[in-house]
């Protein structure tokens, strides 16, 4: 066994000790940024999440408890989120030292189902995209009356570096000056607090379980203040990409019809909101490509990144839309003219 994996051994076993946790670990998804674990233990299983920091770091360490803060108070006004489990020292974080690192440890309980990625294209109906519109519903009311604690906050939608391709890619000039007229024109738009507040901004389907028909989401580590509408074109995004739609128009219109019905039994947007997703739409692929491009070897992607990237350098030069939703914008003016 390497140092590496010695330290690395070390590290989860004071993880597992924190949270008096004695049963079986194995490593499940983490993201970018996180290792994850989950482990059985006696009252059901518990997930840890380890966050490598640079020791001093405030900002970092302020991020990660503003994200924990607001799940907590999502989970205490009936979310469906997992609840966070303190530790042994009734802890929401706690702080594990390394080598030249330090580790942001945080806990929470297994949530019930199995991943909505398990879930075939074929098996999400109308109730199921529904479902998913009322989850995100009640997240955007929750969000209008959360106050974070003072000193604490969340990003905003503009902090991710990604969305600057310069700063990876600055060769690929027709797609920096692509980049920065939608990051203008996105700036431009109003932050009407009753449209505008902290979003999760990455509901994908590995961050979302499914039991019986109930969905729960998870990971809110890339959670930002941003428009709502962004959050509903984030979801649309990753549904046609996890579930290798090939008829995105008419999959789109679907998912949109029901997400709304959905959406709308808990709030409602401005219709001047809902004309707004392509815009947000073309945010995603533009975070999508500068990431894989910046962080990933192009001659070995995945199965995923591959079927993102072929023809997409060529139709963000070409203004061509990941999906057009035209039609749908036609029938939905008509539907509502009707109401």
Not at 82 to 95: C, L, Q, Y
Not at 97 to 114: C, D, F, N, R, T
Not at 322 to 338: A, D, G, M
Request: glycine letters at 6%.
């Amino acid at each position: 066994m390497t140092d590496i994996e010695q330290l690395h051994e070390k590290i989860l076993e004071e993880a597992a000790s924190l949270y008096a946790l004695t049963g079986k670990r194995w490593s499940t998804s983490g993201g970018f940024e996180n290792w994850v674990y989950e482990y059985t233990a006696l009252h059901g299983n518990v997930i840890i999440r380890l966050t490598p920091c640079v020791p001093d770091t405030p900002d970092m360490l302020s991020s990660i408890q503003a994200e924990v803060d607001f799940i907590r108070y999502l989970h205490r006004n009936g979310a469906p989120v997992p609840r966070v489990i303190p530790s042994i020292h009734g802890k929401v974080i706690e702080k594990i030292h390394g080598s030249s690192l330090e580790y942001a440890v945080v806990a929470s309980e297994k949530v019930q189902g199995a991943p909505a990625t398990t879930i075939p294209a074929s098996q999400w109906t109308p109730s199921l995209i529904t479902a998913l519109g009322t989850l995100m519903g009640t997240l955007h009311v929750l969000a209008l009356s959360y106050i974070p604690p003072k000193g604490v906050r969340r990003p905003s939608w503009n902090q991710d570096a990604f969305y600057y391709p310069e700063r990876f890619i600055p060769h690929q000039s027709l797609i920096v000056e692509k980049s920065q007229s939608l990051l203008d024109r996105i700036s431009f738009l109003p932050k009407d607090p009753r449209y505008y507040g902290l979003i999760h901004a990455d509901i994908n389907l590995n961050n979302l379980y499914v039991h019986n028909g109930t969905l729960t989401v998870l990971d809110f580590d890339d959670s930002r203040y941003g428009w709502f509408a962004h959050d509903i074109a984030v979801a649309l995004f990753f549904w046609l990409m996890d579930l290798h739609i090939q008829d995105r128009e008419s999959a789109a219109q679907m998912f949109l019809n029901n997400f709304i019905v959905g959406y709308e039994t808990v709030y409602t947007l401005d219709p001047y909101w809902l004309q707004q997703i392509p815009l947000f739409l073309d945010l995603q692929v533009m975070l999508c490509y500068t990431v894989i491009m910046a962080e990933d070897d192009l001659n070995h992607l995945n199965a995923w990144c591959q079927r993102f990237m072929k023809g997409r350098k060529s139709d963000i030069e070409e203004g061509i839309p990941f999906v057009s939703l035209e039609n749908w914008f036609v029938k939905r003016e008509i539907s509502l003219e009707e109401r």
